[in-house]
């Protein structure tokens, strides 16, 4: 069975998205290029597949693809998936992308259950609070800025109980960002 991995920017204290997950406070992540390419390296010797939520999907290929760097060749050249309510939306602007629409827990569940390496999910805050809810998520690998905004929006916002997670890593940055890996 392949496993989902949720990557995401966050910032010290734990929120990933201004309040009404607005992406337009990301203006918390410290660019680091080291960081960054350490991430790519580490994708390529795990992951074949992008999960993204349409919006997200949209905000990433408006930057991705106009990007010269590790990263984005990565995510450039990987298949990607939209998970989507709309059986509709347009997902050709962006090479290497299929469509699965309806119940984004249920279509995640088949690809998880498919041949293949890990998948990596890049959300947004919806998204990725439908896979932890459906139980799909198996590893969580954080992108800590260290910013600390005081409201916004988290992940793990409408947890139903308490969740352990055990920690496989760490790393840390001259920037002040610090890469943590988590496993449920």
Do not use: H
């Amino acid at each position: 069975m392949r496993s989902l991995i949720v990557s995401c920017n966050v910032t010290v204290d734990g929120f990933m998205a201004g309040l009404g997950n607005d992406l337009a406070s990301l203006d918390f992540i410290v660019p680091d290029s080291e960081q960054e390419n350490a991430l790519a390296a580490r994708f390529r010797e795990v992951a074949d597949t992008i999960v993204f939520g349409r919006q997200t999907f949209l905000d990433m290929e408006a930057y991705w693809t106009k990007v010269d760097s590790d990263m984005a060749a990565w995510i450039n050249a990987t298949p990607k998936v939209v998970l989507s309510t709309d059986s509709g939306a347009d997902v050709s602007i962006w090479n290497n992308t299929t469509l699965a629409a309806g119940d984004g827990a249920e279509r995640v569940r088949r690809l998880k259950a498919s041949e293949g390496g890990g998948l990596v999910m890049f959300g947004g805050v919806q998204t990725i609070r439908s896979m932890i809810a459906a139980d799909l998520v198996d590893e969580y690998w954080l992108k800590i800025s260290p910013v600390a905004v005081g409201q916004g929006s988290s992940m793990f916002a409408d947890l139903p109980e308490r969740r352990s997670l055990t920690l496989r890593g760490a790393k840390g940055y001259p920037s002040g960002m610090l890469d943590v890996t988590y496993a449920k």
